[in-house]
């Protein structure tokens, strides 16, 4: 299927989720996250805030452990610059200001900037994707505008409620790859040949990923 019938299909099904359902994965997703991925050498990390009407992985779990446990590391949020359709990586705190865009996705009022080449790990929204790291969004192109700009050794992380679909027929050059995603039971690997990279990346903790390489459950 194409990404606009994959789009209209998934996001359904994501607004189907009962807020139950929705709290539930969530918690499995920030959890799993923490437990597979060691964070002790990450400086700057990029994390979407969940938007509500679209039933979001909520990411305010995340934060809130990250600012808990992990001081040193700076979390940025995205703001889309209305004018040039790029992203904008702000600093994000449990004391800043939100308002919402003209979306309805709440952004920071401020303007303290993050380089786009400081960050070490971005955590990506996404409707649905496939086996090798291609992505559903929803369809404005920021985050591949985005993730073409971050450094070729920033770990790309998705997050998702539902596992991936074989295909997306219309991928094409400007879609950019994610190189694990989250779901409640289970972390992919979307690169057959990652095992040393995943090292590299984010200290991944390499002695789960040995015995398989592409699941990790």
């Not at 189907?16 to 969530?26: T, V």
């Not at 509500?52 to 809130?64: C, G, M, P, Q, S």
């Not at 289970?186 to 040995?210: L, Y």
Request: net charge neutral.
């Amino acid at each position: 299927m194409t990404k606009s019938e994959l789009r209209k299909i998934y996001l359904a099904k994501q607004r189907s989720l009962s807020m139950k359902d929705r709290a539930i994965q969530s918690r499995q997703i920030s959890d799993r996250f923490f437990r597979e991925f060691d964070l002790g050498r990450i400086k700057f990390l990029h994390c979407f805030v969940s938007i509500e009407k679209f039933n979001e992985v909520d990411t305010r779990l995340i934060f809130e452990r990250l600012w808990r446990d992990f001081p040193c590391i700076t979390t940025v949020v995205p703001r889309i610059n209305i004018e040039t359709g790029e992203m904008q990586n702000l600093n994000f705190t449990s004391r800043t200001r939100l308002i919402k865009n003209v979306w309805g996705i709440d952004e920071p009022t401020h303007n303290e900037c993050v380089e786009t080449e400081l960050i070490d790990v971005v955590l990506v929204p996404l409707l649905c994707f496939d086996e090798v790291g291609h992505r559903v969004g929803y369809g404005k192109g920021f985050y591949d505008r985005f993730l073409s700009r971050c450094r070729t050794d920033c770990l790309k992380i998705g997050l998702s409620f539902f596992p991936p679909v074989e295909a997306i027929d219309d991928v094409g050059g400007h879609d950019m790859e994610f190189d694990f995603c989250i779901m409640a039971d289970m972390v992919i690997s979307t690169k057959k040949d990652r095992t040393r990279m995943k090292k590299d990346q984010a200290g991944f903790r390499e002695s789960e990923i040995n015995p398989i390489i592409r699941l990790i459950r």
